[in-house]
């Protein structure tokens, strides 16, 4: 069993940044693939970054490609998503989730432990 909560999220203005952190519970957390998705109003759930075991393979959306990066810290049960160059379109509430065995980066469902979310809001 993984627990994961995110943090960092908020309200900032266009072009500005934010880093969101994602803490896990449990002992195992380098077994885990570790994706970032975010869910707007009214819209589905959307795959934004993955990341592998060992940070050897990130993932970007087309939409945040150069503008996002992912990276974890397996000493610290976290990964991190990096977020510049903010648009009002990002707006969104950030999930995390974390995945074992087989990996689908971008596949929703297919990670097992979800995150509770984290909002973020990007002003015009």
């Known amino acids: 069993q993984v627990q994961l909560v995110e943090s960092g999220g908020g309200l900032v203005q266009a072009g500005g940044s934010l880093r969101l952190s994602c803490v896990a519970s449990g002992r195992t957390f380098s077994s885990y693939a570790m994706g970032w998705f975010r869910q707007a109003p009214g819209k589905e759930r959307e795959f934004v970054a993955a990341i592998s075991w060992r940070a050897g393979n990130t993932y970007y959306a087309d939409s945040v490609k150069g503008r996002f990066t992912i990276s974890r810290d397996n000493a610290k049960n976290t990964v991190y998503l990096q977020m510049n160059s903010l648009k009002p379109e990002d707006t969104a509430v950030y999930y995390c989730?974390?995945?074992?065995?087989?990996?689908?980066?971008?596949?929703?469902?297919?990670?097992?432990?979800w995150g509770q979310g984290t909002q973020v809001t990007v002003s015009s």
């Open positions: 989730a974390a995945v074992s065995g087989i990996w689908y980066p971008a596949e929703s469902g297919k990670y097992d432990y």
